[in-house]
């Protein structure tokens, strides 16, 4: 685990401070990130993260970012269109583990190499797919991440007893499934937590406000933890908190993802983030897309993958291993007041 991780903004300079030169092309690589959804703050983030990253900055790739709309149906579309017109590679990023693995089927039929990013496919489904090397996955532990986020809440009442609510991600995503694993695992080693209620708010701050204005009114006085999901839905039962005329300081709540305004909050007092590497997420998929257009000799271009104490550097915990690795794991971060100030001046 990182004492301190990247932030987009500072994207150019990782990009430039690679020794790595782009291989000879006549044509530019084209490369297709399908993302689920650009609406929020995190996937415009990793948006940012992979049009810096080297390749895509010396013109050797030409990457198309498409907008899911939060649609597996948009996203199945968007692979059709990417097939139809001969993309080398495809990132993904998908709403949902199902019909993700369809889409990813597609391709593979297609002979198009797909590396997921961020949010996951069931791979069940695509056993020949994983087989052949044909589908990877670059992103973080998110059962992990659920896990650190619970204790992190319940860490002042999880002998004396407390009650907690959890705020969910759109049900039927890999990160929904995963964080609520690991909530799980933390609430179960919390016997005298009770939990009063779990529900989804769909990534989104103000479905989060809406849900939290009717938890208040429900469980007037009785709620003393908030875990949200991801940071957006933990800002909105602040926002619900502190339209309700009540002391956001009464309540322990906790995000994941590491927004500007959740660190805005950490550095206030009012939160517990935990920094998801957007950009390293992004460029390292970039980097395996390549190695399956230019070949297994080809070496990374981002600096994510060097060894070393730069912030930005994952070598040690997460080696390049010659891109043959079928996951990478970027590890997490936990947002302290220690560092908060230096990640928020990385934003400007």
Known sequence: MKSLITSVSLAALMAVSSGTAAFAQDDPIRIGAALYGLRAEFMQLWAAGAESHPAVMDGTVELTIFDGNYDALVQQNQFETMITEGYDAII???????????????AYDAGIPVIGSNTRINTDYVPQVVEDGMYQYVGSNDVLAGRMEAEAVMADFCDAGGRVVIIEGPIGQSAQIDRREGN??????????????????????????????????????DIDGVIGQNDEMALGAIEAITQAGLDVGDYSIAGIDGITD??????????????????????????????????EGYEPMSPIWAEGDNWYNYGDEMPWNGGADAEYNVPWTPVTQAIVGELLDARQ
């Open 92 to 106: 993904f990023v998908p709403i949902d583990v199902e019909a993700g693995a369809t889409a990813v089927q597609m």
């Open 184 to 221: 799980e695992q933390a609430l179960a080693e919390c016997p005298n937590v009770e939990l009063l209620e779990m529900q989804t708010a769909n990534w989104s701050r103000a479905e989060a406000l809406t849900l939290m204005e009717n938890w208040l009114t429900s469980y007037q006085g």
């Open 262 to 295: 959740a660190l805005v909050a950490v550095q206030e007092g009012t939160m517990v983030s935990i920094l998801q590497d957007a950009n390293a997420q992004a460029q390292g998929a970039v980097d395996l897309a390549l190695r399956h257009v230019l070949g």
